[in-house]
């Protein structure tokens, strides 16, 4: 188990763009801590320069406490399993997964023995004499897996490791990795560009927008108090609905819905402009007595538990709402949707940042303050211990 | 699907008449050529049946050119490829990316061997003296390098080995760089030792290329002619008469083609054998 800190770490290749600028994260030891972004936002680039096939243009990484920044990729006492993953292809599957495990001075017996161990959990028992190309593609992404979880290394970076699978093995494996991660205690940097999967298996992830972190924290908490639009869209099976309104005295307009404002209005201040936000599952079919919003359905999608209706909202904008039970609703007619106030969400349309409650500020000051606090107590505790030692 | 069959056949025809001309009617007629003693103008004159090869496996000519052709493979083809693969290596090595190391060693592909063999024969000319310059310099008393029974062999491998390297440099190179990168870089973070990856990966990965670099050296080294008689102008003694060179005399200047068929049959047979051998082996992964 070891703690990974970024501090202000740039990266360029070529000197002129940044393909990451100034990142800053402290991964704990034994966290499954997750990666998020767009393809090409610098994920791929994090990892390798963790492992130190990269070396950073600007700021510092540090592994377990050391500045790691000059150190070689095997000095860094951690396992990594690469995107578009290449096996030896003259190695068979055992002796892929083997590979390099000498180093460790581990004896034949202990590395046979790891080995089976780790295809049993793969399950790749049966294919352990195959050669690389004799498997499929599936099976040799296990076998990069299993690579990377053999060496039992305290660190593990993972790019994209279940990119090549079905969604249903996906899901088996993902939990498979989650279990064996807690088993083992490792520090497991996984990078994905799905987010069903960071937010099931993450116990904190990042999320990067072209080489900048938008924001960094607990899946539920992300998905609850997005920072931004950006956020707000990324993360969430649909993402969150957007649309621009105008401030107009106490309530903002949305070409024909005008929404009044009670509480909220506080939040917006002077602004003339604002950014309304809603999560689909927020949306909902008005009772008789409420004041419904009356939309044009554009499509419907009965999936069982749920039924997921697509409509129009101002010009261009398409809105979904994801209703509870199956709807059986004709595209064209009118249905009269409800959001409570509580669901609203407010972005400021030039930063795009969301507005944040006074309530709400404080609360993160305190939640920031309650870790600092716990980081203080591990410290305090870490030295009484050692100083308990040198006593006795 | 006949009339798509019969287009098929028809395809392949050229190939098929310029494989009989070029190869197959060369083959049978060099074994049928081995079993006949010619007169002076090259026609055929008796049969011997396999007198030709009793003869040859006796003369001592042959056998002192068969000694010089093998001392010529065994001091070129393995030094050479060895040589190439660490100048390979080192180029592609990540410090050294840069495209200067490349086209220096890969500068001998373009040149000609009589080319290449004059600039060597003005490094061991007598007179002019450059390596016995430095030999001097150094401490040591000259040399005749191509004048001496015992150096002339040793000084025409050194001058054919600088001809051959850029291009067994230049196909290894290729090699090398079809190599994912991701496997040199999952080696290093597993932190084996250089020793460990040349001969786990490299090595095993480059067979493909390494066996074609090898095969075509031998074939280079086996027809070395020009470099061998325009640095040596037939040789101090016999000691430099390789297969080539006696096939070459055999029939140009002593016109007795049965008995260099009979040579050029021998060989062509043991680097078939030697071919089946290695491709009986398993060198594709
Ligand atoms: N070796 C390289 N040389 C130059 N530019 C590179 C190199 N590797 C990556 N980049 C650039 O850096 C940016 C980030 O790449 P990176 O591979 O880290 O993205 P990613 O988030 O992993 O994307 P994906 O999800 O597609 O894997 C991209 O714009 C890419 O073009
Ligand atoms: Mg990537």
Redesign the interface.
Known sequence: MKRVELKEVRKSYDRRTDVLSGIDVTIEPGEFFVLVGPSGCGKSTILRII???ENVTGGELRIGGKRANHL?????D???V?Q???L????TVQENIT?????KRLSKAEQKQRCLETAEILGLTDYLKR?P?EISRGHRQRVALA?AIV?HAPICLMDEPLSNLEAKLRTKIRSEIRGIQQKLGMTMIYVTNDQTEAMTVADRLMILNSGEVQQIGKPLHIYNYPVNTFVASFIGARPMNLIEAEVNGSSLIVDEWTVPMSDMIDLIGKRKRVMIGVRPENIRAARQDEPGFDVTVANVEVQGTETLITFHMGSSDQWIARLAGQWNLEVGKSLSIYIEDQHLCFFDTSSSQRIISHAEKLANFRGDLSGEYTAYRNKVEGLEQAVGRVNV | MYSLMKAGFLYLVPSFMLFTVFLFYKTVRTAYLSKYITDMQGTLATFVDIENFTYLFTSPAFLTSAKATVLFVLYTVPIGVILALCLALFANSKLRENRFFRKLFSSTIGMSVVASSVIWMFMYNPTIEVINYFLIAIGYSEIQWLLDPSTALIAVSIGSIWMNIGFCFFILLGGLQNIDSQLYESASIAGVSGAYKLRKIIIPMLLPTLFFVITVSFINAFQAFGQIEILTKDGPIESMTTFVDSIYKDTFINYNIGSESAILFFCIFIVTIAQFKFVARKLYY
């Not at chain 1, 070689?72 to 860094?76: G, K, Y």
């Not at chain 1, 030896?88 to 190695?91: R, S, T």
């Not at chain 1, 590979?99 to 180093?103: C, E, N, S």
């Open positions: 492992a130190g096939l070689l990729p095997s000095q860094r951690l396992s990594m690469f578009n993953y290449v030896y292809p003259h190695l590979f390099g495990l000498h180093v050669k190309k690579r060496t």
